[in-house]
């Protein structure tokens, strides 16, 4: 819980800042909301009359606006507690970013719906601010989120999935990358480990992207973590052939890091007669 | 801002990289009886350390491999951060620069560089190999192409000793190849030069036309350099993006700009036969029939490991194909471009950006080049031939080649790798048309130099080490001259 800034990564030391400074902007906001939050609609609004466009916000009717200003107000602080112990603890705290993530989608998402459907200027500036606070916290979450690790626990099912798929038991010798999945995924992080922030943010993007590859090319409307072997292995073969270059491009770079771990194994290399034949040369 | 913690060193030349062009400017200016600092952002790795090859691609590659050209297609582009720079994870293949390419360059002639040519083929050992260190590769392709009438030759290498390892580009495991960390920078080191490893240079302070500081990181904190000249031999990307970053692309219009490299890609091929490709020198021989049309053919023979994620399949039918790792060949093919690229500036901690689209005439003569290698190879008696090639991936007849080349050509069809950038601070007299002159100074500043890849004015169509190297050791004696 206590853990100084030093002992977190820099991309979680960004989430950390950025949990900061909104934990202080929810709770001010939420102090503001009750003290004088009222009027707020109509100093918006009169922000707003000068654009042609704009519709005047609706005048509430008396009593609805104590109501509405709860429900802010409790809104607000429960942002301000969440983004705090996020703040206090990123990795520990992991599942409330997606409870702040969908209250931001949520709320930017409903803003966009009813300003498309009213013109009122508030509606404008509720969606852009939840929408930008929305991207923010998950750009910088992105990167943030696998903690001390390389990947996420998903994102190491992903590897574990596509690697089955390309090598799986059996077949031309016997063993398959289950048999060594523990292995190959240490040496599949250790790789991505000595690539600079954006390009492991990249390799981490790609695969997720080929989760999607059975939706992608119309295999199955599951992820490809959760589809059987052969579902998997006709996805990962119609992805890699696929007409589309950036569709067919992610499989490569993600192949590298399940392949070369797997080849670089000392009984795969033996089994395969590169070990064997190096040693009696050499 | 400097701040009390730094580490300040102080010298009369400082030399940022100690790859081809640093570390033989570096044991030049030494030699010259100079106080030099060579800074090398990688660590140093013994002989003995070389590890596997995995260990070799993680420790010694900028960013694991995975340095992209971005554009269409993305390619990769493999850069050494190692004491050595990419010297020590090349193929260790040298080429002469190509007169007809140096008489282009109007400041400098032929007959001025090749004493400095020969000078550094004679200090890294470059020789032509013995066909006995080429393997089975070179026993196919020799085949295929004595069937056609197509010339084929060993190629010349810096090597001492070699043991067939077959792993050049990893770290070569018993020291044979002469790259610079076991040549240039131990001569460097005799004459005096410090060499200091995992010291990155990150920032410049200047004083109107005169810089007067490098500052940067190293693991025990940041450290500044102050010395009388600066010589930035970081790279044809590196060097480009830092001097943008310090907002140099306004006085020299060209800087980053005119980014050149050798597309190349690999072409496959399965036999019935036992080759054991990797068991020999993986870039030993080289066909340059078809250079006339910039098209370069050289052996590139991979550890499984990279061989496999190129080659198309899946599931029962790849493990099928890694079990015949044995019975593959594999030989590369480049092209001299006529595409032009441009490096930016880094961002968000990644030191350089690079843009490149190949265009449709390179794109031709790849396929021409993946072409005539299948041809090549079905004459050496081959099953299948894995072209890279996204629309016909695999042929197995001289039918099929004629297929393959009428087929509709995108750039994005192909998964393509680059190699050798050259051209983004090119030498020349016009400082709208170049960024250093012919002493390799930069433009409009009083002691900065750069003696890299990137003052090549344009492709070379060869491998360019030995040019870079002699460039540098020009550049380096005429500072020590003027200074």
Redesign the interface.
Known sequence: MNKTSSAFR?AEIWFRRCMLFCSMAFGITGLFFLLAGGPLPKWLDTLGTGRSVMVPYPVAAAGEGAFWRILSVSMMAMLTWATWILFRNPRGNAAWVQLILLSKLISSSLYFFFFVGTHQFPHLVGWLTDGSLFLLILALWIPASPGQNVFTRKERQILQAAGE????R????QDGYKDHAHKCLQ?AE???L??????QL??RVLLRFIDFSPLLTGVSLRRLRSLHLEGR?QS??RM??H?I?WL??PI??S??NV??????LEEI?E????KE??AS?? | MCSASHKQYDCQIAVVGSGAGGAVAAAALAEADKKVLLLEEGKAYATEDHGSVLDGFVRMYRDAGATLLLGRPPMTLPLGKTLGGTTAINSSTCFRPPPEKVARWKGLTYEELLPFVEEVEARIHSHVVSEDLLGGNWTVMKRGCDALGIPIEPLFHNLKDCQKSGRCQFGCPVGAKQSMERTYVPDAAAQGCEVLTQHRVERMKLDGNRVLSLEGRSPHGSFRVKAERFVLSMGALPSPAFLLKHRFGRRLPRLGKGLQVHPATRVVALFDEVIDGHLGLPQGAGIDHWAYRGVRMEGIFLHPGFLYPMMPGCGYDLKERIAQYRNLSAFGVFVEDSTRGRVLAGRFGYPFFALYNLCSKDAQNLRFGIARLTEIYLAAGAKTVFTGFAPCPTVDSNEEVERFESLPLKPIHFELGAFHPVGTCPMGEDPRESVVDWRLKVHGLENLYVMDASVIPESLGVNPQITIMSLALRGARSLALSH
Do not use: D
């Not at chain 1, 798929?165 to 799986?168: S, T």
């Not at chain 1, 000595?194 to 390009?199: I, P």
């Open positions: 820099p798929a390309w090598i799986p059996g077949g031309a010798f040496e250790r790789l991505v000595s690539q600079s922030a954006l390009t990249a390799s292995i990962l073969e890699e052939s007409p270059h067919r491009w490569f770079a192949k590298l392949l070369l771990p797997f080849l670089s290399q089994e395969i007669g590169y034949k190096r040369h050499v």
